[in-house]
T-cell receptor, first 112, second 116 residues
Framework: GDSVTQMEGPVTLSEEAFLTINCTYTATGYPSLFWYVQYPGEGLQLLLKATKADDKGSNKGFEATYRKETTSFHLEKGSVQVSDSAVYFCALTGGSARQLTFGSGTQLTVLP | NAGVMQNPRHLVRRRGQEARLRCSPMKGHSHVYWYRQLPEEGLKFMVYLQKENIIDESGMPKERFSAEFPKEGPSILRIQQVVRGDSAAYFC??????????????FGEGSWLTVV
């Protein structure tokens, strides 16, 4: 079945540092890929998405490119802020499953 | 346009009681999903419903858990005879069409169940 593997956390960075959170997937067919963010005590918010190979999703300074050749969708941000501290989830749909399959999540803490 | 609405946000139940969690999808959405997030863990799929139909319940525990999405009204996730291990955050999500076609799934803010 489908699966998503995320870089294990927690990740701790200083403000303005460069962020990369790795995400790779296994899926049949042509999945759509997503990054969701969860702030403490809240639900999941869609951060960005990409629906086909070579698409780049971007939002709030975050970017991720759908790489079919490496089956990856790594999340990047050039300069993180304290307010970016949250748990980030990589996810996919459209493989063999009819709903979202999530990675295990990566806790990011940004220090001032 | 209101988002996915869940209630209650927080629920405390004693062991053996029943818990009912409600979810109203976004306006115009007819596909509903329930996920469970155990402490310090990721999200696990439980069930996928369309109006009056259960499409996929492969993630639902075989006993004590049930879900419905009636023609009128919210989707309900029901947990009978709760145990401490049921303590978790339960997230509802909805989409306008089948997620497998790449449609975005939107999440509610969750219902936190604590079993004492």
């Amino acid at each position: 079945g489908d699966s998503v593997t995320q870089m294990e956390g927690p990740v701790t960075l200083s403000e303005e540092a460069f962020l990369t959170i790795n995400c790779t997937y296994t899926a049949t067919g042509y999945p759509s890929l997503f990054w969701y963010v969860q702030y403490p005590g809240e639900g999941l918010q869609l951060l960005l998405k990409a629906t086909k190979a070579d698409d780049k999703g971007s939002n709030k300074g975050f970017e991720a490119t759908y790489r079919k050749e490496t089956t990856s969708f790594h999340l990047e941000k050039g300069s993180v802020q304290v307010s970016d501290s949250a748990v980030y989830f990589c996810a996919l749909t459209g493989g063999s499953a009819r709903q979202l399959t999530f990675g295990s999540g990566t806790q990011l803490t940004v220090l001032p | 346009n209101a988002g996915v609405m869940q209630n209650p946000r927080h629920l405390v139940r004693r062991r053996g009681q029943e818990a009912r969690l409600r979810c109203s999808p976004m306006k115009g959405h007819s596909h509903v999903y329930w996920y469970r997030q155990l402490p310090e863990e990721g999200l696990k799929f439980m069930v996928y419903l369309q109006k009056e139909n259960i499409i996929d319940e492969s993630g639902m525990p075989k006993e004590r858990f049930s879900a419905e999405f009636p023609k009128e009204g919210p989707s309900i996730l029901r947990i009978q005879q709760v145990v401490r291990g049921d303590s978790a955050a339960y997230f509802c999500a909805s989409s306008s069409d089948r997620a497998q076609y790449g449609n975005t799934i939107y999440f509610g803010e969750g219902s936190w169940l604590t079993v004492v």
